[in-house]
């Protein structure tokens, strides 16, 4: 009974959600699209020609964002564990993130180029329980991590979703060591009482 009526309640919220209603009126996959929205008007991180990997990207708002910022001349690699529609313009691979074979893939497709932006909007599937959870959680931002800086050029972006907890501290260290300027965004979009904050990285260290 409980469980019904926090559904309910949740259903109800996001129902009345501005972001939710602004998205179907704007033609977007879901709400996610005003996160990186913001956060790329505020820091100035998408442009024409650039070539971004979308990291966790399914149902495509992100990727949707991004291919409308970097135009025909850019380039937006769009990873998932599950299934996403086809955006024009977007390469999708699904695959999971956490095995050799979805990084292969995406080398595949980027050849020879190098990144200007790496995305991740990644989150393990949850639990309940809140170490678990969390752990996970920061087990994808260090593989979205490891990978932008093997991937990035150099002075390139990295923004990627994490938890506040306990690991939080060590791995905005690890941000730090690896660019010049790292910032926290907590956007308009992103739901009071969750604790997802984002963290920016800006200029990839040479």
């Given at each position: ?56 990207a ?40 956490r095995e050799?074979?979805a ?73 730090r ?30």
């Amino acid at each position: 009974m409980k469980h019904a009526k926090t559904s309910k309640a949740w259903m109800k919220e996001h129902v009345n959600d501005f972001f939710v209603k602004q998205a179907k009126k704007e033609g977007f996959r879901s709400r996610a699209a005003y996160k990186l929205l913001e956060i790329a008007e505020r820091d100035h991180i998408l442009r024409p020609g650039l070539t971004v990997v979308d990291l966790g990207a399914a149902p495509g708002s992100w990727s949707q964002v991004a291919i409308n910022k970097v135009g025909v001349k850019g380039k937006v690699i769009a990873l998932d564990i599950i299934e996403m529609i086809p955006l024009p313009g977007v390469i999708f691979i699904q695959n999971d993130f956490r095995e050799e074979h979805a990084v292969k893939q995406l080398e595949e497709n980027l050849g020879e180029q190098q990144l200007d932006l790496v995305i991740s909007d990644m989150a393990p599937n949850i639990s309940g329980i809140v170490v678990s959870d969390q752990a996970k959680s920061m087990y994808l931002a260090e593989l979205a991590l490891a990978f932008a800086i093997e991937r990035l050029n150099y002075d390139g972006n990295f923004l990627v979703k994490v938890f506040q907890g306990r690991d939080f501290d060590a791995f905005l260290r690890e941000m730090r060591a690896g660019f010049k300027k790292v910032v926290i965004r907590k956007p308009k979009a992103s739901r009071n009482r969750s604790n997802e904050l984002y963290l920016l990285g800006l200029g990839k260290k040479d």
